[in-house]
């Protein structure tokens, strides 16, 4: 037995075995020319010389796959078989890498010219290890980049790209080389797509192809996240003329901020003035949502551009001038009927309208600081809506209502003073116009306001708690259509008669008295 062991040793069968069991037949025996696609000017070394017996031949000229697949070694066997997940991988990367071969052939013998055989067996391969190699000829590199063309002239040879981010990406722009009509070949193509394709061509200056790809960029419409993308990338090329045209839809001037105040004032007095409710719906939601938007697009952008505060309060003050001409005009008309009446409650409603949205605006960018002011100050406004009755009024309560809520969650942070001089100025009409405002306006939510104005009564000095709620107490018990405070009544209770906090004790009436203990 040890003879027999013995002999098959010499013979060489057991090293043939191996030899062909672990190592794949396609290795080549010298070293190729590598480079990464990560550096512009990667380093190159010049290849050897080939000859038919040290490169085998797995790819005809045109970049296709022969006919012949070499056989599984018998460590990849083993391997299938230990590891089945690692096998479907792998089975995965090599129809992945038999398409793209395919697509790439396709494309050079479409075009109809005869090439000849190819010198370059051009590999790429990616970070996760996927790898495809074609066979291109050094003439077409050479002819069409300008990087190949210092790197590798006229001669053949293995060349490897490594560590691309996208293995097939690459392969199609050395495809697009070969292509008489690359705007042809690019027809088709998503904006991205198009942008990981200029990237490369750019890094192996492709001047045909970068053309290309942004004559593509400037035709086709982008998405917001297409869009940001791209303008990423062409900051970072720095391709010059060719890409600011492409950018021409989306860079704006540098006087551009300097106007900006004056276009948010005439698209915002828009609003205002219109009288097509629909559209005054549609815009003012829209507008809306756009200037809350702003708020959290500030932090992405260093260079955001927002309407001032200024302007808002500008706009501020003219729909008060007009809802207060609106109060006089229904006030003077006294008891007016028909066509009339419905055109004074139509005006009312829209001036209290747009100070409703306009408040919903400073809320929302933190600027309503002022507005509690403001509306506390409007004595005239308030003793003309006493004078009108609901129909023509309510409107104007739901402002009130608004800012209530707000100081009351928190949205809008003043001292005490002004947030009593509110309640002062407007909380007896608030009662007064409660039952309206639930029934007649879609938008308002009672269950919602009556927690705000609590929580904002709370915050009141105890004194101030006490004024306001006994008077509105009182209202309740006739009977009258108010809040349902009862929340801020039993704190109120608790705070008075049976936590009873106490004042602060003046430390200078404390004594302090010494005492000698019996040791």
Known sequence: MAAEAESLLKSGEISSMIRHGFFSPSASPFSPTRFSPRSHSPPFRSPPPTTSSSSPQSFSSFGHRSPETPPATLLEMISSEDHPQCSLVATDQRERRLRVQDRIGSVIAGEGLNWGPADVKLSVSSADEFRVSIGVHSRVLAARSRFFEEKLGRRGGVVEICECNDVEVYVDVIAMMYCGDI?????????????????????????????????????????????????????????????????QRVLVESSYSSRADAIFLRLLACVLQSKNEKARGDM?????????????????????????????????????????????????AGDCHGRDRGILIADIARQADNLHWLLEILISKKMAEEFVTLWADQAELAGLHAKLSCIFRYEVSRITARLCTAIGKGQVLVPNGPRFAVLCRWLEALFDDFGWLKRACKAFDARIMEEGLCQMILALSMAQQQQILMRWFERFMKGDECPNMHKALEVWWRRAFVRRFAGVQDASQLQIVACEYPT
């Open 183 to 247: 705007r042809r070949r690019l027809s088709g193509e998503s904006a991205r797509r198009v942008l990981g394709l200029l990237k490369v061509s750019a890094a192996i200056t492709f001047d045909a192809g970068v053309a290309a790809c942004l004559e593509r960029l400037e035709a086709i419409p982008w998405s917001e996240d297409e869009e940001v993308e791209i303008v990423s990338v062409l900051r970072q090329l720095h391709l010059g003329e060719p890409a600011a045209e492409v950018l």
């Open 284 to 332: 003012k939601t829209l507008m809306l949502g756009l200037l809350g938007e702003d708020n959290h697009r500030s932090r992405e952008f260093a260079d955001h551009v927002d309407v001032s505060k200024g302007t808002l309060y500008h706009l501020c003050h003219e729909c008060l001038n007009s809802l207060l001409l609106c109060l006089s005009e229904a006030a003077s």
